[in-house]
């Protein structure tokens, strides 16, 4: 399985408009490669180097149809497909916002191909929940790593 963006590369400076404060749009994404028995996909985004103890999620989509592959940048998702509250306490993509000097941060989109067309979680679940079950039930992922630092 594949991921791709016009505006990402794997271990690259994320552009400012991916930032909280600099546009706050999603990044292009699309995908290819995964198994057949894929029945939908999910796309986040995580932080492991936010200074939490538990990283930050910026971005937890699920329920995409397996006829999707590809979000436009500043993606706006239509049912069947929905998105949880990430740690911003909002739904939807939350940019790249390193506190001021802490330095650079990684933040991995990952796109899973899932066995089922709606994942098991309420809509109020958390964005952790959905990175454990996400976990416990990809049939594949695919991922890009990019980097960001406040100026």
């Known amino acids: ?30 995908w290819g490669d995964f198994p057949a028995e894929t029945k939908s996909f999910a796309v986040t985004c995580y932080d492991p180097d936010a200074p939490t103890g538990s990283g930050w999620w910026h971005w ?14 500043g993606a706006k998702l239509a049912a069947p497909a929905r998105e949880l509250t990430t740690d911003y ?20 989109f990952t796109v899973w191909a899932l066995p089922v067309e709606k994942l098991d979680l309420p809509d109020g679940a958390t964005a952790a929940n959905a990175g454990f079950m996400l976990n416990a039930m990809a049939l594949a992922t695919a991922k890009i790593t990019a980097t960001y630092v406040t100026p």
């Open 1 to 30: 399985m594949y991921l791709k963006s016009p505006s990402l590369e794997e271990g690259s400076r994320m552009p400012a408009k991916h930032s909280l404060n600099g546009g706050n749009l999603s990044p292009e994404l699309s």
């Open 89 to 108: 306490g909002t739904k939807g993509f939350g940019g790249a916002c390193p506190p001021s000097g802490h330095g650079m941060h990684r933040y991995v």
């Open 60 to 73: 937890v989509a699920l329920d995409i149809p397996a006829n999707v592959t590809t979000l436009t940048e």
